[in-house]
């Protein structure tokens, strides 16, 4: 039987223009092994096992800590504390805002126990997390147009990821394993906020579907390196909307690279990862099939003792390491120590190539036709009416500084 798990439902409170957004459950740390919440404003928590608590004036502080083999939550403020512990509760916590490790949370956040830890999550609006996301996917200083389409791409993707998540207490995550989110939401400088907002407002509620009119799970990466992959090619996915197309916008800009391994050090994370035998070596790495785009589909690795082992050429990424292998646009060589893959492009290639949008934005094409061009099949739709851009620009500043 699994533990009981508690949650601590920590809200904070957002003027009403806020809501008017679709929400989003984001992870934003996860396995804690302690967390603290400061607030230079009132907090009010309630909760169904005790009265409810107000702490009114001055700098409060929550802290949740591992105590006797419990979660151990202390509310400080104004020279007094309150100590109880999160088995079997749900508590409520509202302020103006919240600091944790010098960021301002400026949405309700969760805090979740679990056995291995505390999961952290935030609550925000679609529009509140595509800040956080656009000028972290996309340089702010790219044509507007290129950035448009990275608006739509990211919260189709975000759409897609709320409408199949199936975990219980997040939609997405906040790195490359979904999309990279971070709380500086306007990038280094607050300066590029109002090309963020232009972008995200011009954009409003615009999302990629296909024909049936579903969302599309639009995946999109840095280079593609002269042409685009399916995603049924890539990872078996049948989804035709990620057909493979070439790419002369990114071919301009063929980013080669290279990666040297030796044996040895090749050979302990291929056996970690599958479980090999002892005394197995690696004998030959073999490219197997190549797809449309030339990218390498499958691998034949060779083993002493005639193992052998037929894996994608996707899975050879993720087990060397994305940036290490940076695309499956390669070819393996032998070297006196062991093997280097020599190769180009920047991603796994499906969906939106983004050096290939900057490239037709700067060619005077429009969002509308980058989008067309790597999303084949699909339509640009709209949940809402295209907004007043001054009008939610003068909102978005209101609310989110």
């Not at 603290?36 to 907090?43: A, F, G, N, T």
């Not at 990279?180 to 954009?203: C, N």
């Not at 049924?232 to 996915?237: D, H, N, V």
């Not at 063929?254 to 990862?273: E, G, V």
């Amino acid at each position: 039987m699994m533990p009981a798990l508690s949650t601590i439902f920590i809200s904070l409170l957002l003027s009403p223009y806020a809501w008017c957004d679709q929400t989003i459950r984001v992870l934003l740390d996860e396995k804690i092994k302690s967390i603290e919440l400061y607030s230079q404003y009132p907090i009010q928590i309630q909760s169904p096992h005790k009265e409810n608590i107000s702490l009114n004036n001055g700098k409060s502080t929550l802290k949740i800590h591992r105590h006797q083999n419990q979660w151990q939550v202390t509310i400080a403020a104004h020279g007094k504390q309150e100590h109880f512990y999160l088995t079997g509760q749900k508590l409520r916590l509202r302020s103006t805002n919240f600091k944790w490790q010098k960021n301002r949370i400026d949405f309700p956040v969760e805090i979740v126990e679990t056995p291995s830890g505390l999961l952290f999550l935030g609550v925000m609006t679609l529009n509140r997390y595509l800040q956080g996301v656009v000028p972290h996917e996309m340089p702010v200083s790219w044509p507007l147009e290129a950035l448009k389409a990275q608006s739509i791409a990211s919260r189709t993707y975000a759409l897609w990821k709320i409408k199949t998540s199936h975990h219980m207490y997040y939609d997405i995550r906040p790195s490359v394993l979904d999309q990279v989110f971070r709380l500086d939401r306007y990038g280094a400088s607050a300066s590029v906020l109002p090309k963020v907002i232009e972008a995200l407002s011009t954009t409003e509620g615009m999302y990629l579907g296909n024909t049936q009119n579903d969302i599309i799970k639009a995946y999109f990466h840095s280079d593609c390196g002269g042409g685009t992959e399916s995603a049924t090619a890539i990872w078996g996915e049948g989804r035709r909307e990620t057909a493979s197309v070439q790419d002369r916008a990114c071919g301009k800009r063929r980013s080669n690279w290279k990666s040297a391994w030796s044996q040895t050090y090749l050979q302990r994370k291929i056996n970690t990862a599958y479980f090999l035998p002892a005394g197995v070596e690696l004998q030959d790495i073999i490219v197997r099939n190549q797809l449309q785009s030339q990218r390498v589909e499958f691998v034949d690795l060779l083993f002493s003792k005639g193992i052998f082992k037929r894996i994608r050429g996707e899975d050879l990424r993720r087990l060397l390491g994305y940036d290490k292998v940076k695309s499956t646009l390669f070819q393996i060589t032998r070297s006196a120590t062991g093997w280097v893959f020599s190769g180009r492009g920047f991603g796994h290639g499906v969906g939106m190539c983004q050096w290939g949008a900057r490239e037709m934005a700067n060619s005077g094409k429009s969002f509308r036709i980058i989008l067309a061009h790597y999303y084949p099949g699909t339509e640009v739709k709209s949940s809402q009416p295209k907004p007043d851009v001054a009008k939610t620009n003068a909102i978005s500043a209101a609310t989110t500084l």
